[in-house]
């Protein structure tokens, strides 16, 4: 089976401070895209940034950066300087090639003025 | 380009009635999918469409739901003799399959159902 665990349920920063939301995930797939979506309350699933699994280069998207480890089918994100507007429920979103997406259970993210 | 948009934004219903959603695409995306979420959950996958052509629906999806696609355009979402269970967020998201975007999904604002 394809699981996607987000170990932090909640995660709080003091603005301009840098986070790293954790996302780890199985599958027996080599060939996959990741994706790190933001939903803020009542407001629409956002992308954030998104990995091609065969690039070894970790993708950026201004102060959103992550950190793919393929060997350890790891895929964190790290937000940079974070702003308030940053506040929202973040989800990892592996699509492990079969097309749709499979969701974590997501990470709640405060940030502290 | 404007965006994925449902319609519409929020509905309550009844238990058995029947209700329609509908989801119109980034105008250039061949895929079409539709996932629900329910409160502090991520959302879950139900079906897919490429083109018109309907490629897999989850186990999620009992019989009562139907959904189409019927000119590869918008697409609707059916949910007959609904039930209180069936009280969720309806999300859909489009994409392209070619191109430096590919298989990247994005998401219209959904339609919140509540069925009383």
């Known amino acids: 089976a394809q699981t996607v665990t987000q170990s932090q349920p909640e995660m709080s920063v003091q603005e301009a401070e840098t986070v790293t939301l954790s996302c780890t995930y199985d599958t027996s797939e080599s060939d996959y895209y990741l994706f790190w979506y933001k939903q803020p309350p009542s407001r629409q699933m956002i992308l954030v940034i998104r990995q091609e699994a065969y690039k070894q280069q970790n993708a950026t998207e201004n102060r959103f950066s992550v950190n793919f480890q393929k060997a350890a089918k790891s895929f964190s994100l790290k937000i940079s300087d974070s702003q308030l507007g940053d506040a929202a429920m973040y989800f990892c979103?592996?699509?492990?090639?079969?097309?749709?997406?499979?969701f974590g259970t997501g990470t709640r993210l405060t940030i502290i003025p | 380009d404007t965006g994925v948009s449902q319609d519409p934004r929020h509905k309550i219903t009844k238990r058995g009635q029947n209700v329609t959603f509908r989801c119109d695409p980034i105008?250039?995306?061949?895929?079409l999918y539709w996932y629900r979420q329910t409160l502090g959950q991520g959302p879950e996958f139900l079906t897919y469409f490429q083109n018109e052509a309907q490629l897999e629906k989850s186990r999620l999806l009992s019989d009562r739901f139907s959904a189409e696609r019927p000119k590869g355009s918008f697409s609707t979402l059916e949910i007959q003799r609904t039930e209180q269970g069936d009280s969720a967020m309806y999300l859909c998201?489009?994409?392209?399959?070619?191109?430096?975007?590919?298989?990247?999904?994005?998401f219209g604002p959904g339609t919140r159902l509540l069925v009383l």
């Open positions: 998201a489009s994409s392209a399959i070619r191109g430096s975007d590919q298989e990247t999904q994005y």
């Open positions: 979103a592996p699509n492990f090639g079969n097309e749709k997406l499979t």
């Open positions: 105008s250039e995306h061949n895929r």
